[in-house]
């Protein structure tokens, strides 16, 4: 009997690329990896690591029935995944606008792919696309509708793949369906975003126009009154380049506490560490704000799911953002939380 065809799943982030050889049909990781401190001019190096990686394993190209590309930002135009040819790729770049970070290292790793396996169909998966139907209500911004159609601003969300997919576990978990669920999905890793979603259909998230907005995040500090913006534009010494890296590199956990790693910021908060303490204290009462949002767009809800690193690991964080909320219909079970992790 032949084996299955495999799927090679390639997510080029700003920093690392992480890899899985999958069998799509049943999901199972055959193989799995993460290649740290990538520099996206150094795609093609780190495409033939990859490959020397599967053949030590045992895998090759034969093996492989095509490969799947996570890309942040899909814009308005790609609301389903995409089979990549020259066309795709040269939109997807132009998305790099919207998602300045994170759209260039996934065209850098799609590049190098390509070349290093021409003989294979590769596909782009879009974070976007779940969102890509979300009510104007939700998505729009409350400026010029003009400007707005104009540059296309509007609520483009991200990490859809992985609301979709939790909020698919989290159903088969309780053993409903997902059309009779209202969930909310708070999806907590270096990125983290909430989601609230009606019947499997999402109905508001807090990313926004680019993967900024929303939670506190890693080095990102999401929800921001605009007028700060033009307060450091005007007295900050910075320059836009400066204002980017500030917004996308020294915000959030880190430019509260100096460490962006969420272990990190636990330990120092242990130790008695003032600063850490604080951003841990900020990073959950955003959350409570959103979690209490969304129970009001959904007008109640069945799920909370707490998922990725932080929110997967962290059995206080979940129960601290959680507690409290019995009035809302919220009850956390404290020996069942506290067993998780
Ligand atoms: P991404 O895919 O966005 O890079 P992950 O989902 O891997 O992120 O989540 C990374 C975050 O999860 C980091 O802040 C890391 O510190 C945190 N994390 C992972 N494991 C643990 C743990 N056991 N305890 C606390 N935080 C953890």
């Known amino acids: 009997m032949t084996a299955p065809p495999l799927v090679l799943v390639l997510n080029a982030g700003s920093s690392s690329l992480k890899y899985q050889v999958v069998e799509p049909l049943s999901g199972r990781a055959v193989l799995k990896g993460v290649i740290e401190r990538v520099d996206p001019g150094q795609a093609e190096a780190t495409a033939a690591r990859v490959l020397d990686q599967l053949a030590s394993s045992g895998l090759h190209s034969a093996d492989l029935a095509g490969v799947g590309h996570r890309v942040v930002h899909g814009g308005p135009e790609f609301t389903t995944p995409a089979v990549i040819d020259d066309d795709v790729l040269t939109r997807i770049d132009s998305l790099s606008r919207l998602a300045p970070l994170h759209n260039p290292p996934a065209v ?50 991200a990490h859809g793949t992985s609301h979709a997919y939790v909020a698919g576990e989290a159903a088969r978990f309780l053993g409903r369906d997902t059309g009779d669920l209202d969930q909310i999905v708070l999806h907590l890793g270096n990125g983290a975003s909430a989601a609230a979603i009606r019947g499997g259909v999402p109905v508001d998230t807090s990313m926004g126009l680019t993967p900024l907005e929303g939670l506190v995040m890693g080095t990102r500090g999401g929800d921001l009154d605009p007028g700060v913006l033009l307060y450091l534009l005007r007295h900050g010494d910075l320059d836009l380049d400066g204002l980017e890296d500030l917004l996308h590199h020294r915000s959030g956990l880190v430019g509260l506490s100096g460490h962006h790693d969420f272990r990190e910021v636990i330990g120092a908060m242990d130790a008695g560490g003032v600063e850490a303490r604080a951003a841990y204290d900020i990073y959950c009462h955003r959350l409570r704000k959103y979690v209490g949002a969304y129970l009001a767009v959904l007008g109640g809800a069945d799920v909370v799911t707490f998922t990725a690193g932080v929110g997967e690991n962290v059995a206080r964080l979940r129960g601290g953002v959680l507690s409290g909320l019995e009035r809302l219909g919220i009850r956390i079970d404290p020996e069942r939380n506290e067993s998780l992790y």
């Open 108 to 157: 850098a790793g799609i590049r190098a792919a390509v070349r290093a396996l021409p003989e294979l169909t590769q596909v782009a998966v879009f974070d976007t696309a779940f969102f890509s139907d979300l009510p104007d209500a939700a998505a729009a911004y409350a400026l010029d509708r003009r400007l707005t159609a104009r540059l296309e601003i509007r609520r483009y969300g």
